[in-house]
């Protein structure tokens, strides 16, 4: 059975329709980008998958669990790295990890080692003790990363998992989502970025208008013949996609 | 302020947009204050639906006119509730003030977070200082306007109509705007002084020595004199508005727009603290209690902001006192009225999460809802407990009178938190812009305080019967916010889930 299941799922916000007739499946072992420009119905898509908001009309299913109607379950079996700011707050890295591993019901022993390992992994153990709102939006970033992995889900959920990074740390995270999603694991990005989708990614679902308007599968970071930018370009906006403006300096009379 | 200063940026050729005003931003001050109000407006009226905000400035004429026929039908004397008008003015004004506490987390959470244009000095050649300038001098104006103005229609309910009424209204809310201003420049002049590291307790003793300097110059009196500008002098109530003036710009130029905290460190109390609570939502307590106990102020500041409320309780209770010569039962009073501070202390365990933080681990909205009340419950408690036995000391209350005033200040509070949480959710900060549900908000807390009140003025000291009669009313009370509270977390995850 897929890990990530989604069968025409609609959703709206008023008059504005997010997603509208979304499909897709995602099975163990793939590394899943799902790619798309702003408010093309990633996030929501995210949201409902992870049980935060209900569909308008649709299925979705999530290792086994109903997000609609289990959204905890389906919580407690995956991970979640999401897009916005950094909910921490006032807590230190080391006791946000705990916090986090209490709500997951892992034991203590388990929390302080994987709050070492991802502290090492990721470079933050001088600041593990620092007030989380102090640290730097990358610190904050890596902090976060870590305790979607705390509890080594089946199945997670990353929105932009680069944002904020230093390219060491980039690399080193792309490097580990790439060996995690091998270890049996689904790993679900969403991302703007069309190079990391490319380069890490083993399938890659391109998103527009609350659609997903096509696939692609990556083997060995080859994305085929037509660049993933070109196929992106292609199937999002179509032939007018290609005349979009380019941002070079302005030097006329009404600069 | 005259918008010449110098901005912080490089200052560039000025595109003379405008207004003769240039700053060596390019934006003049007109211009800037003009943006910044519109930026208000929009704010308001997109988080609230439009209708519900402009109707706010109705639902303020409508209570106050309202709330003071009532109480001149019920023989309270006209210089009993211009006071309180005022004191209202004041606190208004210093509800922003308890921010000074917060310092910087409290101005750049709430206030970085929702103003584009107050947070654009880091991106753009504005200077922060002249911006915060222009920001406050606009909340001056935008509140002074929209919700100073139509408290000041209590005067025409006080007067009667006639032709001096437009003039009366005016002064009276030239008062009102006097005393609502000198509340925001206290606000400025903390948020000042902590930007220069000024510490905590050095402020605490100011205020204290403040204090007591009103009180050596002739106590109430001299208080009522001051803070009731249309009563005293009007060499007393230029005195203020220079003084006001002078504290406002004063704050402004001792602001360091460049302070920044230091990082801080904390030695590692999660696990200890989510041990000591026997709850399965100890973790989620435990995160609220240390985000209120680390930002800035700590676990004072709900106990500030219930202090406050004491203090212009306190000082309402000795001008009718001195006005009227009819003390109210201090027990009864003061354990009605202190219960409001709910409002306050849950404002403060919500002002650095949000439902939406929550929603990536397995807890349901349910689960958060019940961990706020137990922090609720646990800092709440300690919060009015001190306000209220230094009332009833300070008051001299009767045994009977402290016991039945203590059961009404649980069950009050209870029940005003049980009504903030089922209205307002995660957001009680919003609500106080939207006139649907600050209306019915109101009418749930006039509901309970002001047959109270009402008893606690007329039966001094209270009967046994009394008492009984206050005592169930206090706990059926408190059973209403308990099942208010807890039937929030299944609205708001209805409402939230199917956004």
Redesign the interface.
Known sequence: MAAIRVEGLRKSYGSVEAVSGMEFTVERGELYGFLGPNGAGKTTTIRTLTGQIRPDAGTVGVLETDPTTEPIETRRRVGILPEQGSPPSFLTPREYLEFVGEVRDLRPERVADQTAAWAERLGFESKLDTLHTDLSRGQQQKVMIAQAFVHEPDVVFIDEPLANLDPLVQEQVKRFLVSYAAGDNAVFVSTHNIDVAEDICTRVGIVADGQLVTERTITDGDAGDESLLELFLDRVNGADARDVPTLERMDGPNA | MSGTETGTGTGTEPAARGGSNHASSGLSFRRLLAILFREEWRMHTQLFGGWRFALFPFVIALLTVGATVALVETGTAPGTIVSGLHVLALAFGLYSGTAGFAGS?MLENVFGRLSLLLSSSTTLPLSRRRLLGAFLLKDALFYGVAFVLPMALGSAALDGLSAATPLDVGLFWLSLFLVFAVGMAVTVALIAVRTRGAPTWAIGVAIGLAVLGGWAMGGLSFVQSVLVPMRGSAITAGGLAVGTLIVATGSLAMYDPTYG?P?????????RL?DVLPIDD???V??TL??L???SGGVWKPFVSASILLALVATLVGVVDSITGIAPAPGIFFGGVLGLSAFTTYNWLTQ??SL?????????IADVFRAKRIAFVLVGAPTVAVPYLAAVIWFDATLVDAAVGAVLLAGYALYYYGLTVYIAGFDPNEFLFDAVRFMTFTVGVAVALVPTLVAGFVVVPPSLELAAVLGIGGLVLGIVGVVLSSRAGPRWDAR????
């Open positions: 987390d905290r990082s801080r460190t904390a030695t590692d109390r999660f696990a989510s100890a973790p989620l435990t995160k240390l985000d106990a680390r930002s650095f999460d939406e933080d929550y929603l990536t681990y397995p807890v349901s939230y889930r199917a956004k």
